[in-house]
């Protein structure tokens, strides 16, 4: 017995091999670490979405001069599950009386939806600065085209994002067709039927100056600046979530990432030509990290749906999965996934959940936010217009939860 027991202590179990399970997209955005402030941005801007397609749908509506533009309850309701309102039109509309107007059409014989006088107050003011800005567009579209390989885009993703730039309604006239000298729409030989917006005009490469670079030298011109001036020639500005543990090998790794060369979002690069190496693979996603950092700078508000970035994507040269690429780089994207949409943040373009440096078309859509926020409260007492938003210390305002998150 002895014997067998030491045979026993003696023999070794065969070795078991653990393969690493491979994390899945969806696995990697839900392990991402939570940043508060953009989580509870991104709660109200997933009602302030529904707000804004109704309101698209209301003034996109043709009615005689004299009455304002209004849809009808019916063809909202018929539309309630493509703009995501799970208890339809009627129900959400209730909630903002201060944006939306329920009344009884006296023709129709059916109840009608239109804005209120302080809705249609504010979507003239955003109209008013938009075209106050149209030199800034001008250029936002230029900077826009000279990221591209070809210096081209089409110019339906154009219209994806055309809102996000801060663009009018009808820019093909009165920002393309004008500026003639600078654009031109030719048609696509690969695609029928679709048309390509072409950078014609020449521009200087000294005037196409990168947000992260205008960074760096303000970096470098502080009295007080400790870092050393070669570290930062090739870095991005690290905001990371509160709470987040960086490990001693997650900072050298960003360390050595920031020190990476790369080829800047308005410099010419080779995509024909593939770099398989570790070195060459890392320049090409920071070229690509430059060219979204970019992109989201010339945002009216820093943020934009990930799936309008993927239109871009080819026409960039980013061979790259943008939604990986964000969450591969907390501290400059933060990715929220609220409201049936996947939306991504500049971080060092927000502090307590406000733009450090607002614009005028921001500040217009924040008065809209504002509404959203304020709900059904301020018509109790009789008044019939808002009466104001507090903001607490977030800058968001303090209230308690309503049914209107409910959507």
Same mark, same amino acid.
């Given at each position: 017995?002895?014997t067998?027991?030491?045979?026993?202590?003696?023999? &070794?179990?065969?070795?078991?091999?653990?393969?690493r399970?491979?994390?899945?997209?969806?696995?990697?955005?839900?392990?991402?670490?939570?940043?508060?402030?953009?989580?509870?941005l991104?709660?109200?801007?997933?009602?302030?979405?529904k707000?804004?397609?109704?309101?698209?749908?209301?003034? #996109?509506?043709?009615?005689?001069?004299?009455?304002?533009?209004?849809?009808?309850?019916?063809?909202?309701?018929?539309?309630?599950?493509?703009?995501?309102?799970?208890?339809?039109?009627?129900? +959400?509309?209730?909630?903002?009386?201060?944006i +939306?107007?329920?009344?009884h059409?006296?023709?129709?014989?059916?109840?009608?939806?239109?804005?209120?006088?302080?809705?249609?107050?504010?979507?003239q003011h955003?109209?008013?600065?938009?075209?106050?800005?149209?030199?800034?567009?001008?250029?936002?579209?230029?900077r826009?085209?000279?990221m591209?390989?070809?210096?081209?885009?089409?110019?339906r993703?154009?219209?994806?994002?055309?809102?996000?730039?801060?663009?009018?309604?009808?820019?093909?006239?009165?920002?393309?067709?004008?500026?003639?000298?600078?654009?031109a729409?030719?048609?696509?030989?690969?695609e029928?039927?679709?048309?390509?917006? &072409?950078?014609?005009?020449?521009?200087?490469?000294?005037?196409?100056?990168?947000?992260?670079?205008?960074?760096?030298?303000?970096?470098c011109? &502080?009295?007080?600046?400790?870092?050393?001036?070669?570290?930062?020639?090739?870095?991005?500005?690290h905001?990371?979530?509160p #709470?987040?543990?960086?490990?001693?090998s997650?900072k050298?790794?960003?360390?050595?990432?920031?020190?990476?060369?790369?080829?800047?979002?308005?410099e010419?690069?080779?995509?024909?030509?593939?770099?398989?190496?570790?070195?060459?693979?890392?320049e090409?996603?920071?070229?690509?990290?430059?060219?979204?950092?970019?992109?989201?700078?010339?945002t009216?508000? &820093?943020?934009?749906?990930?799936?309008?970035?993927?239109?871009?994507?080819?026409?960039?040269?980013i061979?790259?999965?943008?939604?990986?690429?964000?969450?591969?780089?907390?501290?400059?994207?933060?990715?929220?996934?609220?409201?049936?949409?996947?939306?991504?943040?500049?971080r060092?373009?927000?502090e307590? #959940?406000?733009?450090?440096?607002?614009?005028?078309?921001?500040?217009?859509?924040?008065?809209?936010?504002?509404?959203?926020?304020?709900?059904?409260?301020?018509?109790?007492?009789?008044?019939?217009e808002?009466? #104001?938003?507090?903001?607490?210390?977030?800058?968001?305002?303090?209230?308690?939860?309503?049914d209107?998150?409910?959507?």
């Amino acid at each position: 017995m002895l014997t067998h027991l030491l045979q026993k202590l003696n023999h &070794k179990p065969p070795t078991t091999v653990f393969l690493r399970r491979k994390t899945t997209s969806a696995e990697y955005v839900a392990s991402r670490n939570r940043d508060p402030t953009f989580e509870k941005l991104m709660d109200k801007y997933k009602n302030l979405f529904k707000v804004i397609a109704i309101q698209d749908l209301i003034l #996109g509506t043709t009615t005689n001069a004299a009455a304002p533009p209004a849809v009808s309850l019916d063809f909202l309701n018929r539309l309630s599950q493509r703009l995501h309102l799970n208890r339809g039109a009627t129900h +959400f509309l209730r909630k903002y009386p201060h944006i +939306f107007n329920i009344f009884h059409h006296p023709i129709k014989l059916q109840p009608y939806c239109t804005l209120t006088e302080t809705a249609l107050k504010i979507t003239q003011h955003e109209a008013t600065a938009i075209n106050a800005t149209l030199p800034l567009v001008v250029t936002r579209l230029v900077r826009l085209l000279s990221m591209s390989v070809t210096k081209s885009l089409p110019l339906r993703a154009i219209f994806k994002v055309f809102r996000e730039l801060g663009l009018p309604d009808d820019f093909e006239e009165s920002v393309i067709l004008k500026k003639s000298d600078l654009f031109a729409l030719v048609d696509s030989g690969n695609e029928p039927n679709t048309h390509l917006l &072409k950078l014609v005009g020449d521009i200087p490469k000294g005037e196409l100056v990168a947000a992260v670079d205008n960074w760096r030298v303000v970096e470098c011109c &502080k009295e007080d600046c400790g870092v050393d001036r070669n570290e930062i020639l090739y870095s991005f500005k690290h905001c990371y979530p509160p #709470g987040m543990k960086l490990k001693r090998s997650f900072k050298a790794k960003v360390k050595e990432w920031q020190q990476l060369k790369y080829v800047g979002p308005y410099e010419a690069v080779d995509i024909g030509k593939k770099r398989k190496n570790k070195i060459g693979m890392m320049e090409m996603e920071k070229r690509a990290v430059g060219i979204v950092h970019e992109f989201l700078s010339l945002t009216v508000e &820093k943020m934009v749906e990930v799936e309008k970035i993927s239109h871009f994507r080819k026409w960039f040269g980013i061979d790259l999965n943008v939604r990986d690429l964000f969450l591969d780089h907390p501290g400059i994207f933060y990715l929220s996934t609220k409201g049936y949409r996947h939306t991504v943040f500049l971080r060092e373009a927000y502090e307590r #959940g406000c733009l450090i440096e607002p614009n005028a078309v921001y500040e217009a859509r924040r008065k809209l936010l504002d509404l959203v926020i304020l709900g059904r409260r301020g018509l109790s007492r009789g008044h019939s217009e808002p009466t #104001g938003v507090n903001q607490g210390e977030d800058g968001f305002t303090e209230e308690l939860k309503t049914d209107s998150d409910e959507d």
